[in-house]
């Protein structure tokens, strides 16, 4: 494990933005979602690309909130653009379980 301080911390933007649109994402190497998530009137609406099939169809994922990375460069993902990355765990199995807020809060806002 590596250690930061609370300045490396800082450095790293994550914030909760709520999805607007899901599909499958069958270009993808491994089974993906794409997604478009707004994060409120500073950011706006950004894309992704997650493996997040094992426990979330496209359908239910709309609406949902997320936390994400929003501060890291654009990465390719097959034939779109990734710009940010979404947050999640490992279950026991390895599938991603999306990191969320337990209550509704307002789109943008920043972890700390």
Same mark, same amino acid.
């Given at each position: 494990m590596v250690t930061i301080d609370l300045d490396g911390f800082h450095m +790293?933007?994550?914030r909760v933005g709520t999805i607007v649109a899901a599909e499958p994402f069958p270009e993808a190497r491994k089974p *993906? +979602?794409?997604l478009v998530i707004d994060f409120g009137p500073e950011i706006g609406r950004k894309r992704s690309s997650a493996q997040i099939t094992v426990h979330y169809t496209p359908e239910a994922l709309v609406g949902r909130? $997320? *936390?994400a $990375? $929003?501060?890291f460069p654009p990465r390719q993902i097959g034939p779109m653009m990734s710009e940010v990355l979404c947050l999640g765990f490992p279950d026991a199995d390895g *599938? $991603?379980?999306?990191? *969320?807020p337990d209550q509704p809060v307002p789109d943008g806002g920043r972890l700390f």
């Open positions: +790293v933007d994550i *993906a +979602v794409r909130q $997320v *936390a $990375v $929003v501060n *599938a $991603v379980v999306l990191v *969320a």
